[in-house]
């Protein structure tokens, strides 16, 4: 599904700030942000893979979901590996309601993600892209979610979310960033918004006009 002008300029300057605010010592970062109607994930950095285990079955090709209750996110798509292992942190990344998870409509760069909590065998997985060389730059992966909101996807803004794995120098990280939502003025709000400008305008005329007269 193709972006119009606006969304993908829109998405420009999210994927801009989400990666100048991607914190040094983190490994890789996911940033989730309300852009209009639609829900817009970004993520960027690298994963060292030494801390995990020998990488399992994946699903090839992989799309970009997110299932926030049970712990489960891809951002991006394209073929992928399953690294499991000893992954501390959270069991999900959103509300406790389990409602399942939803596929994004469009997607760019390499697939990354996780699945935390899974409902078979308890094992942790890290997800990279097919053939991936650990510690290298992932770029940036994004994945949009149309005409959604935080509530339709089970998240909570305002909310951040690590997890960990390896110890000393393969210790590394993976951190989920639900951003808040900007406040929406209402009706009323708006009502003394515009007679406020309204007033401001009128006396600027007026004085315009007194000075124009004067002159004269």
Wanted: cysteine-free.
């Amino acid at each position: 599904m193709k972006l119009n002008g606006i969304k993908a300029l829109v998405l420009g300057a999210v994927l801009s700030l989400g990666i100048a605010a991607a914190p040094a010592s983190a490994a890789y970062v996911v940033d989730i942000t309300q852009v209009g109607n639609d829900v817009v994930v970004t993520g960027s950095g690298n994963i060292n893979l030494a801390g995990l285990g020998n990488p399992g079955g994946g699903i090839t090709p992989i799309d970009s979901d997110l299932g926030a209750s049970f712990g489960y996110l891809h951002v991006g798509s394209s073929p992928d590996q399953a690294y499991s292992g000893t992954v501390m942190g959270p069991s999900s990344f959103g509300t406790s309601v389990i409602g399942g998870y939803t596929v994004a409509d469009s997607a760019t760069g390499v697939v990354v993600g996780f699945n935390v909590q899974n409902a078979q065998t308890g094992t942790r997985f890290i997800i990279v892209p097919n053939g991936y060389v650990s510690g290298t730059d992932l770029g940036t992966s994004t994945a949009i979610f149309e005409d959604k909101t935080f509530a339709d996807l089970h998240l909570i803004a305002g909310t951040s979310y690590t997890w960990t794995w390896g110890i000393g120098q393969n210790l590394d990280s993976f951190t989920v960033n639900v951003e808040q939502v900007a406040a929406v003025p209402e009706p009323s709000t708006w009502a003394m918004m515009i007679f406020g400008f309204a007033g401001v305008s009128f006396l600027a005329y007026r004085r315009k006009r007194g000075e124009t007269l004067r002159l004269v």
